[in-house]
């Protein structure tokens, strides 16, 4: 049964320090996507890529956030330096283009 | 731009109620619908979807959807719902060659 794996599950940081989260896609997928959801701003779709290429990143705070997919099976979102409030449960999904979405467990963060 | 419109934020219902979430959305062309669920703690799965056919789409858990292309809608419905049907649910939408865009999500909020 294939299924998005995500690491770590929970993380728990100091403000300043900075934050990986690391997203294996579905093995075959061309698209993977990157979320954040929390309770005051819902779910927010950060970024996304296409055959490993950036498509939009627009949902993402740029001067500390960054995403990459250095290959087919790895993609990570960085926090540098990391704010309390980017405390939330960060989700990677895939899919093919156009098709459903699988959902990882999230990244549930912490910023103190 | 493609957006998507769940009228509900949050239902509360007593168990063996019925339940119909709305959801609505804006784009003209072919279209792909989804809705997931979150239950608590938890990560989005998908519950049920609507590519083409019949659009009376049937979903786990006893939960279906109708598809009215002349309402630019996709609602969701059970005829008795349960306890452990508490839990948010969200729409999206995918137009052919884009990316799937979310609702708000609705709060299903089932006393026992």
């Known amino acids: 049964d294939a299924r998005v794996t995500q690491t770590p599950r929970h993380k728990v940081t100091e403000m300043g320090q900075e934050v990986t989260m690391r997203c294996q896609p579905i093995?075959?997928?061309?698209?993977v996507f990157w979320y954040r959801q929390t309770m005051m701003q819902g779910l927010e779709l950060l970024a996304y890529?296409?055959?490993?290429?950036?498509?939009?990143d627009s949902g993402m705070p740029k001067d500390r956030f960054s995403a990459e997919m250095p290959d087919a099976t790895l993609a990570t979102l960085k926090i540098q330096p990391s704010e309390p409030r980017d405390s939330a449960v960060y989700f990677c999904?895939?899919?093919?283009?156009?098709?459903?979405?699988?959902f990882g467990p999230g990244t549930r963060l912490t910023v103190l | 731009a493609q957006s998507v419109s769940q009228h509900n934020h949050h239902v509360i219902l007593s168990e063996a109620a019925s339940l119909e979430l709305g959801c609505n959305y804006s784009?003209?062309?072919?279209?792909?619908l989804f809705w997931y669920v979150q239950y608590p703690g938890q990560h989005l799965q998908l519950l049920l979807k609507y590519f083409s056919g019949d659009p009376l789409v049937k979903g786990i858990k006893g939960f279906e959807a109708e598809f009215i292309k002349s309402k630019f809608s996709f609602n969701l419905r059970k005829p008795s719902v349960q306890w452990s049907d508490t839990a948010e649910y969200f729409c999206a939408v995918n137009a052919q060659g884009n990316d799937m865009r979310f609702g708000a999500g609705t709060r299903l909020t089932v006393k026992p």
């Open positions: 999904a895939s899919g093919m283009q156009g098709w459903t979405q699988y």
């Open positions: 890529f296409r055959n490993r290429a950036p498509l939009d």
């Open positions: 784009y003209g062309g072919t279209v792909n």
């Open positions: 093995l075959g997928h061309n698209t």
